[in-house]
């Protein structure tokens, strides 16, 4: 069973621009979640959906956004690019059985210069 | 606001050595606690899993226990071996949605 997979791995953008990431979450499950990993900050909770509606948000600026489309496949964007926004993106995927165990990705480092 | 913790923050024993890593937290009405492994640039591994109900989960030379009424839950890992050499990290499951509160993480290094 193939687990949850994102890409790119690995990406470098510049000040402004802005990105895409992709998530495919473990088949079945339905409920997907993204996470940023910093440093400075470890990790924090980003988003979360569930059958294509966002069902929570972490305390993140309106740059950062995502969707979930039909098939459980995630996407996330993040506008205008700032040095800050460099950091470790990972997403999870959650069965929809009583336990709610998470499995990440291996997630995607974004550099920004 | 949920608020994870994790002591220490990093820990370097010899290997064969057992040891305990803490976790602590501060609202008690968990739905469940996952502890994860991290290798450096990888993603997140699941290691353990305590439903609220539950008071400890073991697999294999690792045990997790969780007592909620004190808000704590330890990893407690047997007989360490250099390939447990990475940072461990302790997440708490809320109820209303899929969304983990994460600990600081303890890097623990098992010296040969």
């Known amino acids: 069973k193939a687990g949850v997979t994102q890409t790119p791995r690995y990406l470098i953008k510049t000040r402004g621009q802005q990105v895409t990431l992709s998530c495919s979450p473990i088949?079945?499950?339905?409920?997907v979640s993204w996470y940023q990993q910093t440093p400075g900050q470890g990790l924090q909770f980003l988003f979360e959906?569930?059958?294509?509606?966002?069902?929570n948000k972490g305390n993140f600026p309106g740059r950062f956004s995502g969707r979930q489309f039909s098939n459980s496949r995630s996407e996330m964007n993040v506008s205008t690019l700032e040095l800050g926004d460099s950091a470790l993106y990972l997403c999870?995927?959650?069965?929809?059985?009583?336990?709610?165990?998470?499995?990440f990705g291996e997630g995607s480092r974004l550099t920004v210069l | 606001k949920q608020e994870v913790t994790q002591i220490p923050a990093a820990l370097s024993v010899p290997e064969g050595e057992n040891l305990v890593l803490n976790c602590s937290f501060t609202?008690?009405?968990?739905?469940?606690l996952q502890w994860f492994r991290q290798d450096p640039g990888k993603g997140l591994t699941s290691l353990l899993l305590i439903q609220s109900s539950q008071r400890e989960q073991t697999s294999g030379r690792l045990n997790a226990s969780l007592d909620k009424s004190s808000g704590r839950s330890t990893l407690y890992i047997a007989a360490s071996q250099p390939g447990d050499s990475a940072t461990y990290l302790c997440?708490?499951?809320?109820?209303?949605?899929?969304?983990?509160?994460f600990g600081g993480g303890t890097r623990l290094m098992v010296k040969p």
């Open positions: 609202d008690s009405a968990i739905y469940n």
């Open positions: 999870a995927s959650t069965s929809t059985g009583d336990i709610g165990e998470l499995f």
């Open positions: 088949s079945g499950h339905r409920s």
């Open positions: 959906y569930f059958s294509e509606t966002q069902r």
């Open positions: 997440a708490v499951h809320d109820w209303g949605g899929n969304m983990l509160t």
